[in-house]
């Protein structure tokens, strides 16, 4: 069983660029969720995908987007970028099942915005 | 919004000894979950709880969901140095999608 592997593992971005992630949800997974983890704190959910669409959206402005593929594979687009974008980005991944769904965690991409 | 705190923040114990931490909501959950974060890691599910005043246990881990549904605890019996790592609870509503609120968390530090 392969389990959620994210890439890049580390970056660097200056103010206003733009910044792509990617993450290959665990085998048997069909939902994929990204989460922001801000230095010293807990992840803060960003949004769902379910079935390529977005099902479900945390407190966060539309420069934050996200795409979900056929194969369950799933990318998190940030435009503009800021300064308190700096942040770890982790994605997961769970199987639908009608009740609550244990996620499980990718170790996250690392953000550094200058 | 849903905001969870988490006490202690941080904690420094001797190996061997046993630890408890507590998570309370404003709100009420339908589930509460406990995840234990190891540097450059993502965070790895430990318990989940599903109905008020359940306890549940995972080897030398025990947690309960509070019967008011807005807190829970985790207690570390034994505890060895690599139990050493960050702690969050987490709470899950029951919706259309799995929107899960985490805790500040709690840094435990295992003295050998």
């Known amino acids: 069983e392969t389990g959620v592997t994210q890439s890049p593992t580390h970056l660097i971005k200056t103010r206003g660029q733009q910044v792509t992630l990617r993450c290959s949800s665990q085998?048997?997974?069909?939902?994929v969720s990204w989460y922001q983890q801000a230095l010293g704190q807990g992840p803060q959910f960003i949004f769902q995908y379910y079935r390529e669409e977005e099902n479900g959206r945390g407190n966060f402005p539309p420069r934050f987007s996200g795409l979900q593929f056929p194969n369950y594979s799933s990318e998190l687009n940030v435009n503009a970028l800021e300064l308190d974008d700096s942040a770890l980005y982790l994605c997961?991944?769970?199987?639908?099942?009608?009740?609550?769904?244990?996620?499980?965690f990718g170790a996250g991409s690392r953000l550094t915005v200058l | 919004g849903q905001q969870l705190n988490q006490s202690p923040q941080s904690m420094f114990i001797q190996e061997g000894e046993d630890v408890s931490m507590n998570c309370t909501s404003s709100s009420i959950f339908n589930t509460w979950l406990w995840y234990k974060q190891d540097p450059g890691e993502g965070p790895v599910l430990l318990i989940a709880l599903y109905k008020a005043g359940e306890l549940t246990s995972n080897g030398r881990l025990t947690a309960q969901f509070g019967i008011t549904r807005k807190d829970s605890f985790l207690n570390i019996s034994a505890s060895i140095p690599s139990d050493v790592g960050i702690y969050f609870c987490?709470?899950?509503?029951?919706?259309?999608?799995?929107?899960?609120?985490f805790g500040p968390g709690t840094s435990l530090s295992v003295i050998p």
């Open positions: 085998s048997g997974h069909n939902t």
């Open positions: 987490a709470g899950q509503l029951r919706t259309s999608y799995d929107k899960v609120i």
């Open positions: 997961a991944s769970s199987l639908a099942t009608g009740g609550a769904n244990v996620l499980t």
